[in-house]
């Protein structure tokens, strides 16, 4: 396998989860502006959306989109148990919360980090931000991670995303939940090791 990558982008959420799975794969990085790859190819030849993460299988099949990517490599080890089964409700939950994460945090990111982007659009996505990072503080409160006492490839996304409010001074002092759960997922060693590749540790 291959996952094509930016160091710091949405991309790290796979990555963190390959690194939890103990997977042997290969990684290419993404120049996002020119559409190449790392490793001198057509970025748009492998992904036409033209952005990251994606994940070539072996076979040559490309799998997009950070959710779908992060369930199927779960699925394909249930025993590391990064993801309840199909069917049950705790997997609608873990889904219920990477389309949150997906739809209401990472897409408010985005335009903070457009230099294009009116001041105006961007302050009513930082306070969209810090509204859905409080409800995720107290959402927090009493568990390790977000289903639970057990890691999910949701907290590899939301890790991921919320990570980002350093780069665009969102300040979460005051969400102690989420700050010690932040903590909580960076000690792992999968993590550690996929911050590390990134050049982010």
Not at 4 to 31: N, Q, R, W
Not at 93 to 115: A, V, Y
Not at 177 to 185: G, N
Request: net charge neutral; with cysteine; hydrophobic share 40%.
């Amino acid at each position: 396998m291959k996952l094509f990558l930016k160091p710091g982008a949405c991309s790290l959420s796979p990555h963190i989860v390959m690194e939890e799975l103990g997977l042997k794969y290969e990684t290419d990085t993404v120049d996002l502006k020119g559409k190449r790859t790392g490793s001198g190819g057509d970025y748009l030849a492998i992904n036409p959306k033209g952005y990251v993460p994606a994940l070539q299988l072996d076979d040559g099949t490309v799998l997009t989109e950070g959710p779908a990517i992060v369930q199927y490599l779960a699925d394909q080890y249930p025993d590391k148990k990064l993801a309840p089964a199909n069917g049950t409700l705790a997997r609608y939950q873990l889904q219920s919360w990477l389309t949150f994460i997906g739809t209401e945090l990472h897409k408010q990111f985005s335009p903070l980090f457009n230099p294009t982007a009116p001041e105006e659009w961007k302050a009513q996505c930082r306070a969209n931000i810090d509204r859905r990072l409080a409800w995720v503080n107290e959402q927090l409160a009493g568990k390790d991670y977000v289903i639970g006492a057990d890691f999910s490839v949701a907290d590899a996304y939301l890790f991921t995303v919320v990570g980002w409010t350093k780069f665009v001074k969102i300040d979460i002092s005051g969400l102690p939940h989420l700050k010690s759960y932040l903590a909580r997922v960076a000690a792992r060693p999968g993590v550690q090791k996929a911050l590390k590749a990134e050049g982010l540790a």
